[in-house]
C-alpha cells in the first residue's frame, strides 16, 4: 500500500491541472482519474487498517460537512438546483480528507514525504508547462494534434503573444495553478531541497516566466496583496528565515519590475477594473448579482443555475456562490478560509505557505470556480509542514 501511496500521490500532483486535454468526458478527465485512485488507495488502507490517521484533522473541518448539508437543504427551496454541482464539492471534500487521513503520508517512519514530492513534481511540471507553451509559441510542433481542446479554438493573445494556457481550460485556471502549488513547490525546493544556487535561481526564473506567460491580471494581483498580507502579520514577529526573507524579496522585485514598465500596462488596467476586456465584463457582472441578490439572499437561486438564467457564472466564486446558493453556505465557506488561514499562521508549519494559500482564496474572488482543488491542497500541505521539522 505504502507504494501505491507513493504512485497515486505523485499522479494527482503531476495532474492536478490538467483539467482542459486529455479527457473523455466531463467526468473522465485526468486529474479525476488521479485523485479518485488516490481516494481509493486511501479507502482501502482504512479498511486494513481499522482506523483513519486524524492527527491533520482540525475542529473546523466540520465546516465543510455543514456547507454540503446547507446545499441539500437549500436544494429542497431552490428545486431546480443542479445536483451535479453538489456531487462535485463533495468529490473535493472527500479527496480532500483522503489526504489529511492518509497514514501513510502522515506518519513519518513509512519515508513518504508529501512536501518533497510536491516540490519535485512542482519543479517538473514548471518545466513542461513552459515546454509547452514554447513549442506552441515557436510551431514546432502540431499541439491541436495532441490537446483536443486547442482545437478550432481561438487563443488569447497579449502584445503578439499567445497566453498560456498549460493544460488548464484558460490562462486564467493555469495562473491560478501556478500562484498555489506551483509557486509553493518551487519555494520548497530551493529553500529545502536544492543544493545548488545555479539550479535555485533556474527554478526561480522559470517559475516567474511561467506566471508571466499566463499574462494574468488576477495572478498578479493576488500574489501582490498577499505578500502585503503576509508581510503585515508575519515580519512584525522576526520569525522569518533568511532563506524566505530572500525568495519573498525575489518575488517582490519581479513583481515591481513588471508592474513598473510598459510590458504590464494593460495588466495593471485590468488590475484596477479598467475598461478593458474581463475587467469591465466583471463589473457588469457582479452589478447583476447585487441587483439579484436582494431576491436571493437566503435561497439563492439554485446551484448552477446562473449559468442557465443569466448565460454564465458571473466571474468570482464568492459571487456566484451567493446568488446561487444564498448567505448561509457563503459564510460557512468564507468562514472556513478565514479559520484555516488563522490556524496555519498560529502554527507550528512554514508560514510562507500563507503567500501561495492568500493568493489562492484571493483569486476565488475573481475566477468562478472551486472545483480545482488547489487552496484545499495547500491547506493539506500546510498541516503537514505543521508535523514536519523543517
Known amino acids: 500500500m505504502r507504494v501505491l501511496t507513493y504512485i497515486s500521490t505523485i499522479l ?49 473541518d466540520i465546516l465543510l460537512l455543514y456547507f454540503i448539508v446547507a446545499l441539500l437543504v437549500l436544494s429542497i427551496f431552490a428545486p431546480d438546483s443542479n445536483f451535479n454541482y453538489i456531487t462535485s464539492y463533495v468529490f473535493v471534500f472527500v479527496f480532500y480528507a483522503s489526504i489529511l487521513t492518509n497514514r501513510y503520508c502522515i506518519e513519518s517512519q513509512y519515508g513518504l514525504d508529501i512536501l518533497r514530492i510536491n516540490a519535485y513534481v ?4 514548471i518545466f513542461l508547462l513552459l515546454l509547452i507553451y514554447f513549442l506552441k509559441v515557436y510551431y514546432l510542433i502540431d499541439l491541436s494534434e495532441i490537446l483536443p481542446r486547442l482545437k478550432d479554438r481561438q487563443q488569447a493573445i497579449y502584445m503578439g503573444m499567445p497566453r498560456n494556457y498549460g493544460l488548464s481550460t484558460e490562462p486564467g485556471a493555469l ?16 529553500t529545502h531541497i536544492s543544493r545548488s544556487a545555479m539550479l535555485s ?11 508571466v506567460t499566463t499574462f494574468s491580471a488576477g495572478a498578479f494581483a493576488s500574489i501582490s496583496l498577499s505578500i502585503m498580507l503576509y508581510g503585515l502579520l508575519i515580519i ?29 500596462g494593460d495588466i495593471i488596467e485590468k488590475v484596477t477594473l479598467g475598461e478593458t476586456h474581463s475587467s469591465s465584463g466583471r463589473l457588469e457582472k457582479w452589478m447583476l448579482a447585487l441587483n439579484i441578490l436582494p431576491n436571493s439572499i437566503l435561497t439563492g437561486v439554485g446551484l448552477g443555475q446562473t449559468t442557465v438564467i443569466y448565460e454564465g457564472s458571473f466571474l468570482s466564486y464568492f459571487v456566484t456562490l451567493i446568488v446561487e446558493t444564498g448567505i448561509i453556505p457563503t459564510l460557512i465557506m468564507l468562514v472556513y478560509f478565514l479559520l484555516s488561514y488563522v490556524r496555519i499562521l498560529s502554527s507550528r508549519c512554514d508560514k510562507f505557505i500563507l503567500i501561495p494559500l492568500g493568493a489562492g482564496m484571493i483569486h476565488l474572488s475573481v475566477i468562478s470556480t472551486i472545483y480545482y482543488p488547489y487552496v484545499f491542497v495547500l491547506i493539506a500541505l500546510a498541516r503537514f509542514s505543521s508535523i514536519r521539522k523543517l
Open 201 to 211: 535561481w533556474l527554478v526561480g526564473i522559470f517559475f516567474v516566466v511561467l506566471l
Open 175 to 190: 495562473s491560478f495553478y501556478v500562484e498555489t502549488i506551483l509557486l509553493y513547490g518551487a519555494y520548497y525546493f530551493i
Open 122 to 125: 512542482a519543479v517538473g511540471s
Open 12 to 60: 494527482f500532483l503531476f495532474t492536478l491541472s490538467w483539467n482542459g486535454n486529455f479527457i473523455v468526458s466531463d467526468v473522465i478527465r485526468p486529474y479525476v482519474i488521479t485523485t479518485t485512485l488516490f481516494i481509493a488507495i486511501s479507502f482501502i488502507n482504512i479498511v486494513i487498517t481499522g482506523k483513519i490517521c486524524n492527527k491533520l484533522t482540525r475542529g473546523e
Open 236 to 264: 512584525r514577529q522576526r520569525s522569518i528565515g533568511i532563506n524566505t526573507l530572500f525568495f519573498i524579496t525575489f518575488l517582490l522585485f519581479i513583481l515591481v519590475f513588471f508592474y513598473a514598465t510598459n510590458f504590464t
